[in-house]
């Protein structure tokens, strides 16, 4: 059924799935339901699992990652269901629901920072390369003790990596979506730079 639909009409599909997928605030709706108020208004007042931490609640934390990535996933794994034929509305979905997680039209246009669901994008359209991604953050986080620094240089490797295994199209969707995460890390590259940064098991 679907795959005998305009070719416009598939891709609007794609986008609208992705996006409304993409721009579900599990962060917020998480950390309201526990009764911790709007995540919004702590920390760096961003949605992600980074600020949920900030509330000291590593199980919502956790859930919080875990959701964001797998909505990523759902995006692309919904498309490839609905029309297998069609592999580009299937990225176009995962790219959709990447950019509804960093504005979703429910809280203005301001959401998370995406690496997550850049995960689970990735997770979905191409699972060999989020093997690449860990290796990377791990080691970086590991001997930096930079969790930022790790996803940073992590996002800068998957578009290589694609690359070097002949993914071009996804090499040249991920570069893109890469540029967006650095964006969206403006802060905290400026934190890098002067060594302000917050290191993995600082407090305070």
Do not use: C
């Amino acid at each position: 059924m679907f795959e005998s639909a305009a070719p416009w009409i598939i891709y609007l599909a794609a986008a609208l799935i992705g996006y409304g997928l993409g721009s579900i605030p599990f962060g917020l709706l998480l950390t309201r339901a526990a009764g911790l108020g709007d995540v919004r208004s702590i920390g760096s007042g961003n949605i992600g699992a980074t600020n949920v931490l900030r509330t000291g609640n590593k199980k919502l934390a956790a859930a919080t990652l875990l959701l964001d990535l797998l909505k990523g996933t759902a995006a692309v794994l919904i498309l490839r269901l609905l029309i297998p034929t069609q592999p580009d509305a299937a990225t176009l979905s995962g790219v959709a629901a990447f950019l509804g997680h960093l504005f979703p039209i429910w809280l203005g246009f301001k959401g998370g920072k995406g690496v997550a669901t850049y995960i689970g994008v990735l997770l979905g359209l191409f699972w060999p390369a989020v093997l690449i991604f860990a290796g990377v953050w791990i080691a970086v986080a590991y001997f930096s003790r930079y969790s930022s620094l790790g996803a940073l240089v992590a996002t800068l490797v998957v578009p290589l990596s694609l690359w070097g295994l002949d993914e071009t199209t996804l090499a040249a969707v991920f570069a893109l979506l890469t540029a967006i995460v650095w964006a969206k890390h403006h802060a905290n590259i400026r934190r890098l730079l002067s060594g302000t940064e917050g290191k993995i098991g600082h407090k305070g």
